[in-house]
């Protein structure tokens, strides 16, 4: 359903505000950014974006495709969900990121903090599997 095109537009849109909310809150930490080179997050305008803010910022490079390890793919997965349950389905890809972005807005702190809370869970999982497949 989403394009890499719609996911780059969603993911900078909401890096572009995350980054200055993490900088205004923590002011005397660096903010991380970690994502897993998929090509939504080597988007033209991305790179560019963490290009201009790398002084404000460290955006760390991740291997690709790693195991089990991103609980955004469950995130992706519950905003999917929520879009298709919509009454009014989109229509062209302005509408389908404008819903991406309503049901972003909507998530509630502590969906958010659940899935952040799972990664040590995550980390022994793919331990255990000796970095196979795990319930994640």
């Known amino acids: 359903m989403f394009n890499d095109f719609v996911l780059g537009l969603v993911y900078y849109q909401v890096n572009s505000v995350s980054s200055q909310d993490l900088h205004d809150e923590y002011a005397l930490v660096t903010p991380i950014f970690q994502d897993d080179n998929s090509t939504v997050h ?12 790398s002084h404000t910022l460290l955006h760390l490079d991740w291997p690709a495709k790693s195991p089990d390890l991103y609980p955004i793919e469950n995130l992706w997965d519950m905003l999917e969900q929520r879009v298709k ?4 389905h989109p229509r062209n890809l302005v509408d389908l990121r404008d819903q991406i972005l309503s049901e972003w807005f909507k ?3 502590t969906c958010l903090q659940n899935l952040v ?6 980390i022994q999982a793919v331990i255990k599997s000796r970095g196979g497949v795990t319930r994640y």
């Not at 080597?42 to 803010?53: N, P, S």
């Not at 349950?85 to 009014?88: D, E, F, P």
Request: charge should be positive.
């Open 117 to 122: 809370d799972s990664l040590p869970n995550r």
């Open 107 to 109: 998530l509630c702190a």
């Open 42 to 53: 080597r988007a033209g305008r991305l790179c560019d974006w963490f290009d201009e803010h």
């Open 85 to 88: 349950r919509r009454n009014q």
